[in-house]
Every structure is written in C-alpha cells, then in structure tokens.
C-alpha cells in the first residue's frame, strides 16, 4: 500500500475550484449552480465591529488599543467600515476615520444611524464617505425608538418613511454615499419593504440595508425580503443576527438572491447574539462558494485574537476558523496518518489560510505517531525505538494527574532518551 494510491482514491471524488491544494478541499455541489444555486463572483463584507464595541457591556478599551485594532481592521482589507456613531467623543471620531485612511485608503468609512438633516451634516464634516439613514420599522410603534416623531395618533408608517426620506434627500445633496437602513425588517412584509425601498430609492438612496435586529428571518425569509428590496432597484445590504446560529447562512443566503454587501463583525461581537463572523463569513464565500471577499485571509486569525485582548470577550475554542481548536480532532493516531496522506480530508480548509494552524495534542489515546510529531514539534530528537516507551511514561503520568501535560512535563519524560 503506497500513499500514492491513497492519494489517488480520494482525488478522484475532487473537483478544481472546490478543491485548491494547500487551500481548500470542499464537497463540489457547493461549486455547481444547479445545487447551491448562482453566485456573484465578490461580494463585499462591511465590518461593524467598531459600533459593535457600544453595544458590548463592561469593555474598556484603552485609546493605544483601540488604535492598534482600527490599524489590523483596515490592513485585514475590509473595503467598507462602519464606526460608532455621533455620540463619541470627536477626537476618537477623527482618530478612527485618520488611521483607516492611513490603513487602506479606499475603504470606504460609514457613519451609522443618522437620524437627522444635523446628523448628516456632521457625519460630513467628519470626512465620512457614507451615512446610514435609520428608517424605524413601524407606524405608531417606532415611537419605541424615537419619541420625537409626535404622537401614537400623529404617527404613520407614511410619516416615518417621509422623514427618513427628508434626511436622505439632504445627505444626497451633500454628497454623501446615502443607504436607507431599514429596521426590523423580520416584521415587514415584501410588499411594504419594496414600497419603502422605492421611496427611499426616490429620495436619493444608493442602497437599502436590512438590518434584522432580533435575528428572526431565518436564510429563506431573509432571502425573500432581498428579493422583494432588490427588484425596487437598489443595491442591498444585510445585517443578519446570530440568534439561531444561522448568521453565516443568512448571510449566503442573501448574497445568493441579489444582496451584494454583508454587515459583519470580528469575532461575531455585537450585543445580544451577534454578528455573522467576519473570518467564517469570508471562509464561506471563498472556499465554498469561490465569491471573492477582498480579505486579507491570512490576518484573520491574529485580528480575531486581537480583538478578543481589547475586549476581554474571548470567543469559544472552537469558534469557527479562528479558534484556538478550530482544527484540533484531538491526539489519536488516525489524525497524524490522515494529515501525511492528504491534510485536507478533516481539515477542509488549511488553518495557515487564516492565519491559524492544527493541534494534535498528545492525549490518552495517542499512539507513537502523535508522540513522535509532538517531540519533533519541541525540538527533541530521539530513537524511534524508544517512542513506544516515552509513551507509556506519558500516558501514566497524564493518568496520575487527570490531565494532560505541558510542554514541559513532556520534555523532562523525554530527557532521558534525548539523543545528544
């Protein structure tokens, strides 16, 4: 048996496209229109990760750190970036829109939830490139959110859209890049979102973006209301939430029927569920679905570290493609042969891609093969002969300790048998 002819057995279940050496190894209906339905060939991830940080609860965050992390967002190469609003201090304002700048000139900067002809204004003097205008998603009840549009009896779904439209026409005459940020849209039927769309359309808006605050369109329904927003003629954006854990899905699924721009986040941070992550966001559509992103994929990994230190919110070990065990299948012999086959049959993307790597920690139920990698990882070198025996010593004192060992412990196990 040669690893060729292995080798061989599983390239015959392949496909170019969903499978790239050293990059990817995906099911091909993923790449067939016929299963996974059209694809655009880009599409572009809007990070809002920096509005996201007023949502999360307890995070200081140092103006040096803060700095740094704006830095690593644009280099990861996001083309769009949405910041906190208005209400921050305007030195953090013009910090954050200089180092994008700095960073990645073409990226296109966005003032968030613009309410007003003032608002606006300011979001220009600024040196923003774009605003979002808030469109309530109610009649009588968007006076939950804004209680200056009068009273529940003064209050329509007519006179919440035409002040919205009053803003928008300013902020076109302005100059400014100006999206209708349609709230709530889970509550909204197709037929009132393409009539609020074509209005807000007719009032000067490039784009139509649908923020889906309490995650409750699932990929089919949200799909349905892109559809019903794109044949009003914009170009539309989603902002989908992780309630069901589905904000990837949404995300594909909108992208799929016409969206040509997804609100995501690193690490997912928002408040509530959060955000479809921007890292397994980008994994999806470039490995398999094979839609451009832009990104820096390399950078992922160390930008979603990063930003776990400056929030102190650390996300799962397993969190998708960036965890710290995105790529661990534990210790058992079966992982080191797969990986010296083929290291894309477990692992469908290669870790390194993002910036991260596989673990085969050693473990009770490793074998001499996990052992032997292990030590070469560590720099020891010793006799094949007296793997089977460090093993032993291993397994019996992960035993005795209920645990398993440090880099360390391993190291003073193969001393002994240290060739010098």
């Known amino acids: 048996m040669t690893v060729e002819r292995l080798r061989a057995d599983i390239d015959g279940s392949r496909v170019p496209g969903a499978y790239e050496p050293g990059r990817w190894s995906v099911a091909p209906g993923n790449r067939d229109p016929g299963v996974a339905g059209a694809m655009p060939e880009a599409v572009r991830l809007r990070d809002t990760t920096l509005r996201a940080l007023g949502s999360l609860s307890d995070v200081p965050v140092a103006d040096a750190d803060r700095a740094a992390f704006v830095a690593l967002l644009a280099g990861s190469g996001v083309p769009e970036i949405v910041t906190g609003g208005l209400g921050r201090d305007p030195d953090q304002i013009r910090g954050d829109l200089a180092t994008i700048r700095a960073e990645n000139p073409g990226c296109v900067t966005i003032c968030p939830f613009v309410g007003s002809v003032a608002a606006a204004e300011r979001a220009l003097e600024y040196g923003y490139d774009a605003v979002q205008i808030a469109v309530p998603g109610f009649g009588p009840a968007s006076l939950i959110y804004d209680s200056s549009l009068g009273t529940p009896e003064e209050v329509t779904r007519r006179t919440v859209v035409e002040r919205s439209t009053a803003v928008i026409e300013r902020a076109h005459a302005l100059g400014l890049r100006v999206a209708g940020a349609m709230m709530m849209v889970s509550y909204l039927t197709p037929r009132v979102l393409a009539e609020?769309?074509?209005?807000?359309?007719?009032?000067?808006?490039?784009?139509?973006?649908?923020?889906?605050?309490?995650?409750?369109?699932?990929?089919?329904?949200?799909?349905?209301?892109?559809?019903?927003?794109?044949?009003?003629?914009?170009?539309?954006?989603?902002?989908?939430?992780?309630?069901?854990?589905?904000?990837?899905?949404?995300?594909?699924?909108?992208?799929?029927?016409?969206?040509?721009?997804?609100?995501?986040?690193?690490?997912?941070?928002?408040?509530?569920?959060?955000?479809?992550?921007?890292?397994?966001?980008?994994?999806?559509?470039?490995?398999?679905?094979?839609?451009?992103?832009?990104?820096?994929?390399?950078?992922?990994?160390?930008?979603?570290?990063?930003?776990?230190?400056?929030?102190?919110?650390?996300?799962?070990?397993?969190?998708?493609?960036t965890g710290v065990d995105a790529f661990n299948w534990g210790g058992g012999d079966w992982i080191a042969v797969e990986h010296d086959v083929d290291p894309l049959l477990h692992n469908c993307v290669e870790p390194e891609l993002f910036g991260n790597r596989r673990r085969v920690p050693l473990t009770e139920q490793s074998g001499p093969r996990v052992l032997a990698g292990v030590l070469r990882d560590l720099g020891i070198e010793v006799a094949a002969a007296d793997v089977p025996e460090i093993l032993d010593a291993c397994v019996r004192e992960m035993r005795a300790l209920g645990r398993l060992l440090h880099d360390d412990e391993i190291k003073a196990l193969a001393r002994p048998f240290r060739r010098q």
């Open 196 to 321: 609020t769309a074509s209005a807000l359309v007719a009032a000067g808006a490039d784009e139509i973006d649908l923020f889906d605050g309490p995650g409750a369109a699932g990929p089919e329904a949200l799909a349905d209301l892109v559809r019903a927003t794109v044949a009003a003629g914009p170009d539309v954006a989603v902002h989908p939430h992780n309630t069901f854990g589905l904000g990837v899905a949404c995300a594909v699924a909108a992208v799929r029927v016409g969206a040509s721009a997804v609100e995501v986040s690193v690490n997912g941070y928002c408040g509530g569920p959060g955000n479809a992550d921007l890292a397994a966001t980008a994994a999806a559509f470039e490995a398999l679905y094979g839609v451009r992103t832009g990104l820096r994929l390399a950078g992922m990994t160390e930008l979603a570290r990063t930003a776990e230190r400056l929030t102190g919110r650390p996300v799962a070990r397993h969190q998708p493609i």
